[in-house]
């Protein structure tokens, strides 16, 4: 049963961050929600996706987050509250609306967006840090530094945006989205808004520098009321010999490092959860107590930078200080922060020393062991389609012999950049961008460029952001092939539906937009190709690839390992015949467990054969295909 | 009951698709029904992908905890796979750690490459031994294929957490968060994989 829609004011549960975001939104009335999945942010729409039907609200999965944030901003002009949420990527995507709608102003119903950063890059391509939007576009951000925090934020932020009629940002970071904790629910309210566009009202940015003003004076407002926001708070002896300023997962890391080092009489910890603008009040009457400061966040030096703005502005009256922080290398700038880094950095401040285990055994454990761990590399699941692509693409390139390549994208054949795909990518930025460079590729013959060009995109990517780089192709008559990677899912951030599948964020029918129809209207040449049957897909690309000029798009369609495995039974049983394989004196190279690496196939030492492991292998029967002694024997799966 | 360490630190180590998750998710419920602060930390993203993946779980009396355990500080590791408990317990073991460990491994690709070797289970005890204070080694794996599938493993460990005592939860706590949980056909088979991964430690 879902505790998210449960309404038992007071009731402890434990809630993943995002759930507990849906729910604040819940708590606060939402209405409307659209999102495009992204990590760490999926689960914010994906848990309202799964009680939409029930609590009587709308919720989908848009094309893409530009999208995603246009289509909430209007269910907030017609007067109803909304939100979008997405990756830090995302907010990348949005942010030309977003830089358009801080102007604009929002409608009656407040306007929420989440902004879930990604530190170290955990599952994304880059790591940044989206806070900046709100300095840059004027917008009020909020910073969940709990579990508790995130549902209470997101709920009020909806009270804060209709108060102003400004978009209001919550930034989340990967340790508060994807973690999980207490938290107290609240009430869920009954009533519905009825949605309305008033017909006097427009939602324009005209008169820029005009409106410009007017959103510097909303922010005026906003910072007064978040001088005496509950979301601020400080613990800690009244004249502290260190002053920690932090802000989200940051609070959690600085309490555990006074707690370890046994400091608190001695340190004090301002936690800043109203972000931008700060509390400006707040802070001063905090650092005047104090002579040095040491900063904990996530990614960039932000509050860091913009207290160091402020303080220089009160300075000399207030007084001076000593910094430490991102600047100062006691806390880097890049990756993600943890318990130990903040630890280590409030034990060289104050000069405790600190040792996290017996120094003997720590020394021990690490020798020991260092010999018999081996690295997990990342690969391609069992019975992926993606491996039987990746190798027929390689093998028709090999045999084609010009040197040919692949750009890259998004998703989860980014794995392909790797031993799993066989290093066939080439290059990979941001959603849609393999098949935007291949464009260009294309375009270089008069340069002497002779090489065979492939982009791939998955299917969901392609409805992002590769159809524009596509039609671009098409138009300026540029000469490469697409590939699609059709698995009938957004597989890489947790299976979501999108515009191919059929189906809606709530499970309900949806019409099916067929890629292969839209590609064709465009008037090029078109295949589809099942990456199980290896030759074909070869032979297809190949093909493909030996058609010199314009646009070629292949559809390499099957559906998600996963997604399959989660419905239907497995194709296949498939095993080794021991007589048959001739292990390392077959010539082969152990083609199956060196080459084509799928984790279901293992390698029997002792006995100098391959061998299925029964855990592992999901039945999909390609490696039968690729076995020149054809030891590997697939029996249908009755 | 009181917790004999606050925070007590718990790691649920294995590999991408064993259902660490899960796990995590049922022994925080059930510590969150004794009204303790449970912090988890589950490792998302890219890593799913046939990677070594971690649950920490922090469990307080007073206070919500981050969800990253420091090095050194686990109380007790809970390895679904046997190299994943040997790389875990390198980081974060001490000499008060305890650990619970299914027997049965996946061979990163590495191995299967012929790049990596795999160490043998006794080389993996024996290390073990040596490094915590008390260990189990159980053949979770075994025992879910016996029941129908592998996927069963995780709350076969989560029994044989349950098993060791060393968590302050009483049986009926678990159980009554799988049947929450799974309600419907599956209930019985997890309330059997959980009973039978309490009798592999007692």
Not at chain 1, 454 to 464: I, N, P
Not at chain 1, 480 to 499: E, I, K, R, Y
Not at chain 2, 105 to 126: H, N, R
């Amino acid at each position: 049963m879902s505790v998210i829609k449960k309404n038992a004011p007071g009731s402890n549960e434990l809630l993943m961050g995002n759930e507990a975001i849906a729910r604040g939104a819940l708590e606060a009335g939402v209405q409307f929600a659209a999102a495009y999945p992204g990590n760490p942010s999926s689960e914010i729409i994906g848990t309202l996706s799964q009680v939409a039907k029930e609590m009587g609200i709308y919720v989908e999965w848009s094309v893409n987050e530009k999208v995603a944030l246009e289509a909430a901003a209007s269910a907030s002009f017609a007067g109803l509250r909304s939100m979008s949420a997405m990756k830090q990527n995302g907010v990348n995507v949005a942010s030309d609306f977003i830089l358009n709608l801080n102007l604009s102003g929002v409608g009656t119903g407040g306007l929420v967006l989440v902004a879930a950063d990604d530190p170290a890059a955990l599952s994304s391509t880059n790591e940044e840090d989206s806070r900046f939007i709100s300095k840059l576009g004027d917008l009020p951000l909020l910073e969940p530094a709990t579990f508790q925090e995130a549902k209470d934020m997101a709920k009020w932020a909806f009270d804060l945006s209709e108060s102003i009629n400004s978009l209001v940002i919550v930034r989340s970071v990967s340790r508060i989205s994807h973690a999980r904790g207490n938290v107290i629910l609240g009430e869920l309210p009954q009533e519905k808004k009825t949605a309305r566009y008033d017909t006097s009202k427009i939602f324009i940015p005209v008169a820029a520098p005009l409106r410009h003003l007017a959103l510097h004076l909303k922010l005026k407002k906003v910072q007064e009321t978040y001088e005496t926001s509950p979301f601020n708070w400080y613990v800690g002896p009244e004249k502290p010999e260190l002053l920690m300023v932090t802000s989200g997962s940051g609070w959690f890391y600085s309490q555990e490092a006074v707690r370890t080092l046994s400091l608190q009489d001695r340190v004090g910890i301002l936690k800043i959860g109203t972000a931008w603008p700060l509390p400006s009040k707040l802070l001063a009457k905090h650092m005047a107590n104090a002579k040095r400061v040491l900063f904990v966040e996530e990614v960039d030096p932000f509050l860091e930078n913009n207290v160091k703005e402020l303080a220089a502005e009160w300075s000399p009256e207030i007084g001076s200080w000593t910094f430490y922080g991102k600047s100062s290398g006691h806390v880097h700038p890049f990756g993600e922060i943890n318990p130990d880094l903040i630890i280590n950095a409030v034990s060289k401040v104050m000069d405790k020393p600190y040792a996290p285990r017996e120094a003997n055994y720590g020394k021990k454990a690490l020798e020991m062991t260092k010999s018999l761990v081996p690295h997990r590399d990342l690969g391609f699941c069992a019975g992926c389609p993606h491996r039987a692509t990746f190798w027929a693409i390689k093998n028709a390139l090999k045999l084609d012999g010009r040197g040919g390549f692949v750009t890259g994208d998004i998703g989860c054949y980014s794995i392909g950049l790797g031993p799993a795909g066989f290093y066939q990518l080439k290059t990979m930025h941001a959603m849609g961008s393999g098949t935007g460079l291949a464009t260009g590729f294309g375009q270089l013959k008069q340069f002497g460029f002779n090489q065979p060009v492939l982009s791939v995109c998955g299917d969901s990517t392609f409805f992002h952001a590769a159809i524009p780089a596509l039609i671009n192709g098409v138009y300026n008559q540029s000469n490469f092939v697409m590939v699609v990677l059709d698995n009938s899912a957004t597989a890489m951030t947790g299976f979501q539906p999108h515009a191919g599948t059929g189906e809606t964020a709530t499970g309900s029918p949806a019409p099916v937009v067929d890629i292969g129809k839209l590609c064709s209207s465009m008037g090029v040449r078109v295949e589809t190709c099942d990456p199980f049957d290896l030759q074909g897909t070869t032979e297809k690309v190949l093909d493909l690839v030996n058609q010199e000029g314009g646009v070629r798009v292949l559809i390499s369609r099957r559906k998600c390992a996963l997604v399959k495995a989660k419905g239907e039974k497995a194709a296949y049983k498939v095993h080794v015949d021991p007589e048959k394989c001739k292990g390392e004196a077959c010539g082969c190279a152990r083609l199956c467990t060196r080459i084509f690496k799928c984790p279901g196939l293992i390698w029997n030492l002792e006995k100098g054969k391959s061998e299925v492991d029964e855990v592992i292998c999901t039945g999909c029967g390609v490696c039968t295909d690729i076995c020149p002694q054809s030891a590997i024997i697939r029996e249908e799966n009755r | 009951m009181n917790l004999s360490k606050d925070p007590l630190n718990l790691i649920i180590a294995g590999v991408g698709g064993q259902g660490n998750v899960m796990a995590s998710q049922l022994i925080g419920r059930a510590l969150v029904r004794e009204s303790y602060y449970v912090t988890i930390g589950d490792t998302y993203g890219a890593s799913q992908r046939g990677g070594a993946v971690m649950s920490h779980l922090r469990i307080s009396q007073d206070s919500q905890f981050s969800p990253l355990i420091p090095e050194g500080q686990a109380d007790l590791i809970v390895a679904l796979e046997p190299v994943e408990a040997l790389r875990v317990i390198a980081q974060y073991g001490n000499p008060s750690t305890s650990a619970v460990i299914n027997s049965r491994p996946i061979y990163p690709t590495a191995v299967t490459v012929g790049e990596a070797q795999y160490p043998s289970l006794d080389k993996i005890k024996e290390t073990i031994h040596e490094l915590a204070r008390k260990s189990w080694f159980v053949d979770a794996t075994e025992i879910a294929l016996s029941l129908g599938a592998p996927i069963f493993t995780n709350i076969i460990m989560v029994g044989a957490v349950a098993g060791t005592g060393l968590l302050p939860l009483g049986r009926k706590t678990y159980e009554e968060v799988i049947h929450e949980s799974f309600p419907g056909a599956h209930l019985e088979v997890n309330l059997k994989a959980f009973a039978k991964g309490v009798e592999l430690i007692h």
